[in-house]
């Protein structure tokens, strides 16, 4: 799943792949970000206006 393309994804899917990731391949979401070379803010920005907080506490988005 290529997320460098994450504004035109469906907001739930996107949510729950992020989310999966850090929980199965990256551990942070800045080592996702990085890997996939996208802007931090906007993911965050973007889920945030589908509803989506990220917790950066428990390394995910609910």
Sequence with gaps: MNLSQFETMNPI??????NMK???????????????EIDKNALIAHL???GFDYRPDIEQFR
């Design 48 to 50: 945030k206006d589908a």
């Design 22 to 36: 850090i929980r199965d391949e990256y551990e942070t979401l800045d080592s996702l970000v990085q890997f996939y």
């Design 13 to 18: 899917m996107l949510m729950s792949i992020v």
